[in-house]
């Protein structure tokens, strides 16, 4: 088993920065790649970015120039830089790992961190 804490989440003004950080621990053996989810109220879960175990990045559209996704693959540990954070940007932040289990690719969620951007 995988677990994932995330730390990070807050209240902030537009305009404003904040750092998600998420950390994988437990029976780890082969990380595919770690992300970053939102769902806001009412709306779908939808992807923010993602990188992979080799630093390949993805990026959403909403998001591209103001978030910086990064990892330390020591660590197991995925960052979400957010700069420039807007209202629209307010949801709960959930970090995604996707992990080789003998051949198959089992994806864990972290339990989420509330994000809060006021006008």
């Known amino acids: 088993q995988v677990q994932l804490v995330e730390s990070g989440g807050g209240l902030v003004q537009a305009g404003g920065s904040l750092r998600l950080s998420c950390a994988a621990s437990?029976?780890?053996?082969?990380?595919?790649?770690m992300g970053w989810y939102r769902q806001a109220p009412g709306k779908q879960r939808e992807l923010v970015a993602t990188?992979?175990?080799?630093?390949?990045?993805n990026y959403a559209g909403s998001v591209k120039g103001r978030f910086t996704i990064s990892s330390d693959n020591a660590k197991n540990t995925v960052y979400l830089q957010m700069n420039s954070l807007k209202p629209e940007d307010t949801a709960v932040y959930y970090c995604k790992l996707n992990h080789w289990e003998f051949g198959v690719l089992y994806p864990y969620w972290g339990q989420g961190t509330q994000v809060t951007v006021s006008s």
């Open positions: 990188i992979t175990r080799g630093g390949s990045t």
């Open positions: 437990g029976s780890i053996f082969s990380i595919n790649s």
